[in-house]
């Protein structure tokens, strides 16, 4: 094979416990890319070549061991590891030394995985763009004068450019579907509860959650058995993985009347539409449905995790103000001008609006709506200073009401601008319909290869 960095995650375990290809192989293989492409997009911040390399001979000499045996991969830098710094994408944890392991990362030990090196995430997690003010900001891999999405901005890039074969996220408010939209890659936002937290950084405990990013929506079906499941390190986790046996061509979507399909971009219009006409090929049913307030929904989220983030972080904010980059800090200020009583008012209204969203969806298995209004803009175009605000709301528009309903999504590639740079759907789903989403994803992926495509190579 030509590249082994180019197979799927997929490919890639079978050959390697096929030992068609040996694990040094393919880790060398990820290595020599992020050599070439880590100058362009930063993608990475410590790359633990050494260790990856000792643990990838470690795997060749012993007999596999589970579906991820000898596979090497990077995640966002907020899943700790028990001996190693996890920057979280900030000064002020720039040589914090996590005491603990993720329960997530063990599970991917466990099932045969080994780490490769951290990566690139917007400061603390708390932004949909890409900027990090501390370490660089990561750069879009189809054109690296735009913006990758955020916060898992690091996962997008390096799964988009062939740096590892797939990546961890986490989603509280789009930050693993915007990197996804933006970096043409597929990535799924879990049902909040279903993956466990457990040695990650928090940012808002009733909205975050875990999920991966990868080349397709197969390669996360591998992954999502290993990682689902309950963990009474975490408490709030409940449900196990649970396979959805029917079809695509059993299954409805529902498109959406209003709200996600309000001020399109045109290029992104016609992506959405051929999107829509693309699972009608595959046998899925496509109705309209009249969703709830999406704005309302949207404001109740930003309510819910400004003022989440800016109490765990107003001790820090308290005794080392400068250590904050001047979005994340303008972001997290803005927190307590919320009352207490509207928090606790955005909390009451998530039960009454959950219930009126799957009335509305009805028979429905998914909503697909687009990711986002446009396709990734500038970074000189969204490097705003503390006037963040307007850029926000415009690029996690269509991302904060699935947290806050608790919901899984999937975002896939769909086509691309006419500028060249990506654009993505998202489905929607019922809650722990996660495996239902992956199984519409699939089939769209078998009839268009958008998810095929990749970011022209550096000279």
Not at 262 to 290: K, M
Not at 300 to 305: E, N, R, S, Y
Not at 386 to 406: C, E, H, K, Q
């Amino acid at each position: 094979m030509s590249d082994p960095a180019l197979l799927s995650l997929g490919e890639a375990a079978a050959a390697i416990r096929a030992r068609t290809l040996s694990s040094r192989e393919a880790t060398e293989a990820l290595i020599a890319r992020i050599r070439r492409w880590q100058p362009i997009v930063n993608a990475f911040l410590p790359l633990d070549e050494e260790q990856a390399l000792a643990r990838a001979d470690a795997a060749d000499a012993s007999e596999p061991a589970g579906p991820l045996h000898g596979v090497p991969l990077a995640h966002k830098d907020m899943f700790y590891e028990a001996g190693k710094v996890s920057t979280c994408g900030s000064a002020l944890r720039r040589d914090w030394v996590a005491p603990e392991t993720a329960t997530v990362l063990e599970r991917l030990s466990a099932a045969g995985a080994f780490r490769l090196g951290a990566l690139q995430m917007v400061e603390f997690a708390y932004g949909v763009t890409g900027h990090n003010s501390h370490y660089g900001h990561c750069r879009n891999p189809w054109n690296p004068e735009h913006v990758t999405g955020g916060s898992s901005s690091g996962s997008g890039v390096a799964v988009a450019a062939g740096l590892t074969f797939a990546a961890l996220g986490s989603d509280t408010g789009g930050s693993v579907r915007l990197p996804a939209h933006f970096c043409g890659v597929t990535g799924l936002k879990t049902t909040f509860g279903l993956v466990s937290r457990a040695g990650c950084m928090p940012l808002s405990h009733s909205l975050d959650t875990i999920g991966p990013l990868a080349r397709s929506a197969e390669d996360l079906r591998l992954l999502m058995p290993i990682l689902a499941g309950p963990d009474p390190r975490d408490p709030e986790t409940g449900g196990r993985w649970t396979p959805d046996p029917r079809a695509a061509s059993e299954m409805t979507i529902g498109v959406p009347k209003a709200f996600y399909v309000d001020g399109l971009e045109p290029d992104v219009a016609r992506a959405f539409e051929a999107a829509i006409a693309a699972f009608r090929s595959e046998g899925v049913r496509i109705v309209e449905v009249d969703l709830p307030d999406q704005a309302r929904i949207a404001g109740a989220a930003l309510i819910v995790l400004a003022s989440e983030a800016a109490a765990l972080h107003r001790n820090g904010l308290r005794r080392s103000p400068e250590l904050y980059g001047t979005q994340t800090r303008a972001r997290l200020e803005n927190g307590f001008g919320y009352s207490a009583v509207q928090y606790v008012d955005a909390l009451r209204f998530r039960g009454p609006a959950l219930a009126a969203q799957l009335a509305a969806m009805g028979a429905c298995d998914a909503v697909i709506t687009p990711t986002a209004r446009f396709a990734a803009p500038t970074i000189a175009e969204t490097d705003v200073g503390d006037r963040v605000d307007p850029i926000i709301a415009a690029v996690s528009t269509f991302m904060r009401g699935v947290n806050y309903l608790g919901l899984p999504s999937l975002a896939i590639p769909a086509g691309f601008s006419d500028a060249g740079l990506p654009i993505g759907v998202q489905l929607i789903g019922r809650p722990y319909g996660d495996d239902a989403l992956l199984t519409l994803g699939a089939a769209f992926q078998s009839g268009t290869d958008h998810h095929l495509k990749r970011p022209p190579e550096p000279a």
